[in-house]
């Protein structure tokens, strides 16, 4: 990797997309979220940080209000970041940078990028992964279930429940369209369909559905498989869902048939304690990255937010 540091701010329109996804490709810490076909999905407007002929990169999601361009996290763009995981002397130039150039921003890393020191104007707030390495047997994995997630797949597993592999996009999005989750909009569903629209084309992207005694769905995910990570990407699930046990049916199903192969089952995590102990409970453990924070807006703009 070209390593100059020479830090370049590179306007999307002038961005090389195939040394973009190269650098991206090819990086130790490489996630989905970074690359150009996906970040152009999910937010109108990203700019680019480029060290060197593009040895190291950091993508800038634009918003703009009251006259004042800041940084935010996209729906559905768990980790960017910077891209290969850097040494501190390199993420150090690329914080610098962000300090001195922006006036507030509120964006997550990756975990291979470690908080910067002494860098005036910025913080670094953990927060938690939850990864579940499939390479074992089922059997030695299950072992590792909580007591609690044990005795939901077992009373789920008597609720005449069935999955259906590979339901229609259109179907999900009906599904989910009609149980969103707090602070999901109409915009973010048609996010997602050009995300899973893309990944099925692709061939990297597949959803699952659970299906309840009456033949109605109640539970679906859809997964993305990505290098050696399946993401639990996104989900939904209706108040029979919930009753029936649809998820954990769905999740164990999804181990049992993925055991034994070189994949980690990425949760994308999460800060809510309840979900987070969903997700702990199939024996995921965390992982942490950190989102980067800047706010050196006067005081009455304190309050400004995306």
């Given amino acids: 990797m070209e390593q100059s540091t020479s830090l370049k701010y590179i306007a999307h329109s002038a961005i090389d997309t195939e040394k973009w996804n190269r650098c991206i490709d090819e990086s130790l810490n490489s996630r989905i979220y970074a690359y150009s076909w996906q970040l152009d999905r999910v937010v109108h407007s990203w700019d680019a940080l480029v060290l060197g002929d593009y040895g190291y990169v950091m993508p800038l999601p634009i918003g703009k209000k009251l006259g004042i361009k800041y940084l935010f996290q996209p729906r559905f763009s768990q980790q960017l970041g910077i891209y290969p995981a850097p040494k501190p002397e390199i993420s150090n130039l690329f914080y610098r940078y962000l300090a001195d150039h922006f006036r507030f921003a509120e964006i997550q890393l990756n975990s291979g990028n470690l908080p910067g020191k002494n860098i005036e104007n910025l913080t670094f707030l953990p927060r938690k992964n939850y990864l579940l390495p499939l390479g074992n047997d089922y059997k030695s994995i299950a072992s590792f279930y909580s007591n609690n997630t044990k005795?939901?797949?077992?009373?789920?597993?008597?609720?005449?429940?069935?999955?259906?592999?590979?339901i229609r996009l259109e179907t999900y999005l009906g599904f989910k369209a009609g149980n969103l989750a707090p602070g999901v909009s109409r915009a973010d569903i048609k996010t997602l369909k050009n995300i899973i629209a893309y990944s099925q084309y692709k061939g990297f992207g597949e959803i699952y559905g659970v299906y309840s005694p009456g033949n109605q769905l109640c539970a679906a995910v859809y997964f993305c498989r990505w290098k050696d990570r399946v993401i639990y990407f996104n989900a939904a699930s209706n108040e029979e869902g919930k009753n029936l046990g649809g998820m954990y049916f769905l999740l164990n199903h999804f181990i049992k048939q993925n055991a034994g192969k070189n994949l980690s089952l990425d949760f994308e995590g999460s800060m809510i304690p309840g979900v987070a102990r969903f997700y702990a409970g199939f024996g995921a453990t965390p992982e942490t990255y950190f989102q980067l924070k800047i706010n050196r807006l006067p005081s009455p703009f304190k309050w400004f937010k995306k």
């Fill in 151 to 166: 005795r939901n797949i077992a009373k789920a597993q008597k609720n005449g429940l069935n999955i259906v592999e590979g």
